[in-house]
């Protein structure tokens, strides 16, 4: 129940931070507060950081535990995880830099992952909000968090980073990547090339031809433009959301349960 309150208290503190901004500063105008998926989002922000957030932390621990035990790491009760070197032996801030580094361009290779095949059915879970705002975030399917983060934590783990350092490097991107989806047109300006901002991911989401399968990246830029993925074009955001092609249902429990359907109703 703490948790559930915890949660409460977050959405009402950054529900006063974002809406004033998405309000002053729109990407897209006239969107109002309750639009449509709210409530599911709504729901959604109560599931995410505990059924799937339990869920993912015990496939990822439990991955990247066994990878250091058959790759010789040592595990200390007292702090779950212990690195080893050569990454050990780097000053504690480089430890954090190294992964943040890291785990943004593990996190770009998950996303466009994610964006191939049979995973397209968990991902597009999350591309279904048709009027995208902070709180589209946390629209996210279990099987789609929980293999994205595995993804991005046993190469590292192999690397030899400590869980500790990996749990707070997971921690500011997802802070960032509630930040990325608010409706606000904020480009940072010469920054706009480096960090990724919500001009740069509301990009990701558009339904608009142009900017399909663009813009992966979490934080950092460097990937789109290394691999060819960047659209973020001077001086125009994006207007429209959702799937292409697709139609999800409506329903929260319908929606986790559709990649796993063989209706074909909302494909």
């Known amino acids: 129940m ?27 105008r006239g969107k109002k507060l309750f639009r449509k998926g709210f409530r599911v989002d709504l729901i959604y922000w109560f599931f995410t950081p505990t059924i799937t957030a ?59 992952l994610f964006h191939e095949g049979k995973l397209w059915d968990f ?12 709180l589209s975030a946390v629209r996210l399917h279990p099987v789609n968090q ?13 690397l030899g980073f400590n869980l500790q350092i990996l749990g707070t490097t997971a921690g500011v991107l997802t802070f960032w990547a509630i930040f990325v989806h608010a409706n606000v047109r904020w480009t940072f300006g010469p920054l706009r090339h480096v960090i990724a901002t919500p ?45 292409f092609e697709q139609r999800l249902p409506d329903s929260f429990f319908r929606q986790l349960l559709w990649p796993f359907s063989k209706n074909q109703e909302f494909r």
């Open 123 to 134: 991902h597009a879970v999350h591309h279904a909000s048709e009027e995208l705002d902070w």
């Open 199 to 243: 001009a740069f991911h509301r990009w990701h989401h558009t339904s608009q031809s142009e900017g399909l399968n663009k813009n992966f990246g979490g934080l950092f830029l460097f990937w789109d433009r290394l691999f060819g993925t960047l659209y973020l074009p001077e001086g125009i955001q994006a207007q429209r959301f959702g799937l």
């Open 2 to 28: 703490s948790r559930l309150i915890q949660l409460a208290i977050g959405l009402v503190v950054l529900g006063i931070v974002f809406w004033p901004l998405e309000r002053f500063f729109p990407s897209v």
């Open 54 to 112: 339990g869920f993912t932390f015990g496939v990822t621990v439990l991955t990247a535990i066994a990878i250091i035990l058959l790759s010789g790491g040592d595990i200390r009760p007292a702090n779950l995880v212990v690195g080893r070197p050569p990454i050990t032996s780097l000053p504690l801030i480089l430890q954090y830099l190294t992964a943040l580094l890291a785990a943004d361009f593990l996190g770009y290779l998950a996303h466009r």
């Open 146 to 158: 929980a293999l994205g983060q595995v993804i991005v934590v046993a190469p590292l783990a192999l």
